[in-house]
């Protein structure tokens, strides 16, 4: 089997075999040569679950540990991903994105997100198939036998990764591996993805002190995640202190701070009050800047402390309707086109030149309008000439109008018709 990014080696399996064998401890000068790394693995990780025990976070952190262990192993994986691209496809909102990215670069984002949400799976939530993988991947684990876990834990994945086994259910099988010894209280994610960069060594010698100085790394750094959101929730108990006795303000706090994401329904929920007073609670934390609100929407909206602003501004807001335009498909409009500019005029025409034209036409037209124009006011004059009393006759005594008086004058020649 070739190679792959998921598959750092690999090694076909022996005839008959359904199962990886247990794979030998490292050797003695292997163990030397990790000591220094094991010993600041397990001190780095025994402060981790120091801190998070009995912590009030516990559920955020786990959040917040996920998106970022998700994160590290997209990017060994070759698809590198925001967290909160993550957070934002876990709750179901949609992607803010530059209108000026190529349809090319939109799929890459996509792609990125869908393999870190079935990562996030993996970790989280696996599904029937990927739970009898991940049971698999516990198995080849506990045919290990070291000196320590961790070592064992090392030796497990170089071997099962060497024979041909994939990443994710061994990254699961490992969040497990350190609660059932007890090497932490809660299932932080602690993966060591950075042992599988293209440029790590895969020798057993020089993989495993790698493997356990990304667990200590990835420990440390989710100590400094812990600290960095109890120094929010301070800060935002501190913004809400000095209100009256009932207010119910602080615990709102708390609750913004020990959940990812809250709703107004939630946090009514959690505080025995009504929706309607929770939600004015929540827009007045945005208001000043305790909270932020991430969805963009006027209902079924998110909140959660400033912290998460990040969030807020990889989320994109839903389509409204354009104001003052109806329902349905909006009419096509058509493109007009690029007139050409309109030429400079000529230069004027000298007498010579004006003489040359055929003016012939144009002086039969107008004397034939001259002629018309004096018939009709010729014949315009003889009406008004007409005798009285031939009118005063024709009004007493005859209705009818004799039809030889009726005068038609013509539009084309210009002559009056009787």
Not at 214 to 233: P, S
Not at 270 to 291: P, R, T, Y
Not at 385 to 402: E, I, N, Q, V
Request: net charge positive; hydrophobic share 50%.
């Amino acid at each position: 089997m070739p190679d792959t990014p998921i598959r750092p080696r690999s090694a076909p399996l022996a005839p008959g075999l359904t199962s990886f064998p247990p794979a030998g401890v490292p050797s003695a000068a292997a163990a030397a040569g990790a000591s220094a790394a094991l010993a600041h693995a397990s001190a780095a990780i025994a402060r981790l679950d120091q801190a998070l025990t009995n912590h009030p976070l516990q559920a955020a952190f786990l959040y917040r540990a996920r998106l970022e262990a998700v994160r590290r192993q997209a990017a060994v994986d070759g698809q590198s991903i925001d967290p909160w691209h993550l957070a934002a496809v876990l709750e179901g909102l949609r992607l803010r994105m530059d209108s000026a990215l190529r349809i090319i670069d939109r799929g890459a984002i996509f792609e990125a997100a869908r393999h870190a949400l079935g990562l996030h799976q993996w970790l989280a939530f696996p599904d029937f198939d990927q739970e009898g993988e991940v049971q698999s991947a516990e198995k080849a684990l506990a045919a290990i036998t070291a000196a320590t876990p961790l070592l064992a834990a090392a030796t497990g994945m170089h071997a099962w990764l060497d024979r041909g086994g994939t990443r994710p259910p061994m990254r699961a099988a490992l969040i497990r591996y350190w609660t059932r010894h007890r090497l932490l209280r809660l299932p932080v994610p602690l993966t060591g993805a950075a042992a599988l960069r293209p440029d790590t060594p895969f020798d057993t010698a020089a993989w495993v002190p790698a493997f356990l100085m990304a667990l200590a790394e990835e420990a440390a750094d989710g100590l400094q995640l812990l600290f960095d959101m109890e120094r929010a929730w301070f800060a935002a108990r501190r913004a809400v202190a000095g209100r009256r006795r009932t207010s119910r303000a602080a615990a709102a706090i708390d609750i913004l701070a020990a959940a990812p994401l809250a709703s107004a329904t939630s946090l009514a929920t959690g505080l025995g009050m009504a929706v309607k007073n929770a939600a004015a609670l929540l827009d007045g934390f945005c208001a000043q800047g305790i909270a932020v609100e991430v969805t963009h929407r006027s209902k079924r909206r998110l909140f959660g402390l400033a912290g998460l602003a990040p969030l807020r501004a990889e989320v994109a807001p839903p389509r409204r309707p354009m104001p003052g335009r109806g329902r349905g498909r909006p009419p096509t409009l058509e493109i007009e086109a690029d007139l050409p500019p309109v030429p400079l005029p000529e230069r004027p025409l000298s007498p010579i030149e004006r003489r040359a034209f055929d003016y012939s036409e144009l002086e039969h037209w107008i004397a034939h309008a001259e002629q018309a124009i004096r018939q009709t006011r010729h014949v315009l004059d003889q009406t008004a000439r007409a005798p009285a009393t031939r009118s005063g006759s024709l009004t007493a005594g005859d209705d009818r109008a004799p039809a030889s008086d009726a005068l038609v004058v013509s539009s084309e020649t210009g002559t009056a018709v009787r």
